[in-house]
């Protein structure tokens, strides 16, 4: 009997797209609504201190948050590939692998966590009372990690196969919980810091539980692992785990790095860049979405050998947050005393928010395109290209960008930086994948990563065929 073909592999590219990015977004929007909802509730306590600890708290909360992303990376693309060439068997024993394999790296990452709190934010330049109450958080917020993982893997796994509205339904059910939690922890139980961290916790097993409910017990989509099928499937999954964590680890370096050098200027500083860490994923969480959903599209018409569909994934999902960030960047713009109002933010805080909401944010496209790239390098198996091109943004395309940017214009100058030098790698990156797709179709054998960037060539650009 033939195989019957992933969800993917018919119908629109269009539909499929938005369909998917939609239902991950809106799930993504409600997360990323309650984080603003964190620091605005924080931000009524009227300390910049406060305000500053979670920022600081937050870049170290990202790095286990990318190991996360690198796992459901993972879970998402070997199971949408092999759904997608009718292999369910394979599918339900590789989610099972992963599934074990996250719960180990959370509770490690947990351990990490509590143990080197204080070296870690002093490392990232916090001091004084905005070190002790990000302390406080981390070590209550880490218990948490473990639940975000396996969380965070079952909606991969969810999305891998064509359900979108659960996978949005898991990250609902989450922030409602902390919505909810949020206000009566922080106020009513007069917890303030640490209510929010526990708070944070408490979604996070939601997350877990709500995502691997209907994994198991309708899709059927995970067994549970033997030793021989977890030696067996290790291989494989930390061939493109391990990548990928390495990957998405790079921004939260970067992101780090940044923070040390806004902390240069004062909590005031270091209190507004975390209002932008967190208005960002809120602002643009359809672009997140996308670099979720994308993927399992890219990886079942790879699996199945649809070359021009994978490329018509590719070039859409860059239209798409082309104009997206676009219509966002405006409306942060019109709006952007009020944003600033409602954080309460003064001084240094309020300029730099001022500054993003405005042509800044535009440059978020860059950001967006470097997403859709790294989630078609990792599907078209290429996870090191991917890898590559986020550490060198978020090196070389972080750091002198942004310590020039500094001597120049301050703290303002450091987000500058930072954007610029990021639109440089993101051009590199989507010309690579390009490049990368049409040989796949033309069945080349594959180029290493310097053959690739030797090649004087020009590639088709994505919005070539667009016109208005």
């Not at 339904?169 to 009513?188: K, Y």
């Not at 994948?433 to 179709?441: E, K, P, Y």
Request: with cysteine; aromatic share 10%; hydrophobic share 55%.
């Amino acid at each position: 009997m033939a195989s019957k073909p992933g969800k993917f592999v018919s119908g629109s590219i269009l539909r499929h797209t938005v369909v998917m990015t939609l239902s991950s977004g809106a799930g993504l929007l409600a997360i990323f609504l309650v984080d603003l909802a964190d620091l605005y509730f924080i931000s009524l306590l009227g300390e910049d201190a406060l305000a500053a600890a979670v920022g600081y708290a937050g870049t170290l909360l990202f790095f286990f948050t990318s190991i996360s992303i690198g796992l459901a990376i993972a879970m998402g693309a070997l199971t949408a590939r092999a759904l997608g060439s009718g292999d369910e068997a394979r599918a339900r024993r590789v989610a099972g692998s992963i599934a074990a394999i996250t719960l180990a790296a959370g509770i490690v990452s947990t351990i990490a966590m509590v143990v080197f709190a204080g070296p870690l934010l002093t490392l990232i330049g916090a001091t004084g009372e905005a070190h002790a109450y990000a302390v406080s958080f981390l070590r209550i917020a880490a218990f948490g990690t473990p639940f975000l993982m396996l969380g965070m893997c079952g909606g991969a796994l969810l999305r891998a196969h064509g359900d979108a509205r659960r996978a949005m339904t898991t990250t609902l059910s989450a922030a409602t919980i902390n919505a909810i939690l949020d206000p009566l922890l922080i106020f009513t139980a007069g917890l303030g810091l640490e209510g929010a961290a526990i708070a944070t916790v408490i979604a996070r097993i939601t997350l877990a539980v709500v995502a691997w409910r209907p994994i198991l017990a309708i899709h059927e989509g995970a067994v549970r692992p033997s030793p021989a099928s977890l030696g067996a499937d290790t291989g494989a999954v930390f061939a493109i785990a391990g990548p990928a964590i390495l990957t998405n680890i790079a921004t939260p370096v970067g992101f780090a790095f940044v923070t040390r050098m806004i902390a240069d200027f004062g909590t005031q500083a270091v209190a507004g860049y975390a209002v932008i860490g967190r208005l960002t994923p809120f602002a643009f969480c359809l672009v997140f979405g996308l670099s979720g959903a994308v993927g399992p599209i890219i990886g079942q018409n790879f699996g199945a050998g649809q070359f021009d569909r994978v490329r018509e994934a590719f070039r859409t999902a860059l239209v798409f947050v082309f104009f997206y960030v676009l219509a966002v960047s405006a409306l942060l713009y019109v709006f952007r005393e009020e944003i600033a109002d409602i954080f309460n933010t003064t001084g240094e805080a309020r300029d730099l928010v001022l500054i993003f909401c405005g042509p800044l944010s535009l440059a978020f496209f860059f950001n967006a395109a470097l997403f859709t790239t790294n989630a078609a390098f990792n599907n078209l198996e290429r996870p090191t290209y991917a890898a590559l091109l986020n550490w060198g943004r978020h090196t070389l395309g972080t750091i002198p960008f942004a310590w020039l940017g500094a001597q120049w214009m301050q703290a303002p100058g450091v987000l500058i930086g930072q954007y610029a030098g990021g639109a440089i790698f993101a051009v590199l990156g989507i010309w690579m994948a390009l490049r990368l797709i049409d040989g796949q179709a033309e069945g080349t054998p594959p180029r290493k990563v310097g053959t690739i960037l030797a090649q004087s060539r020009a590639a088709q650009w994505p919005f070539s065929n667009w016109r208005p």
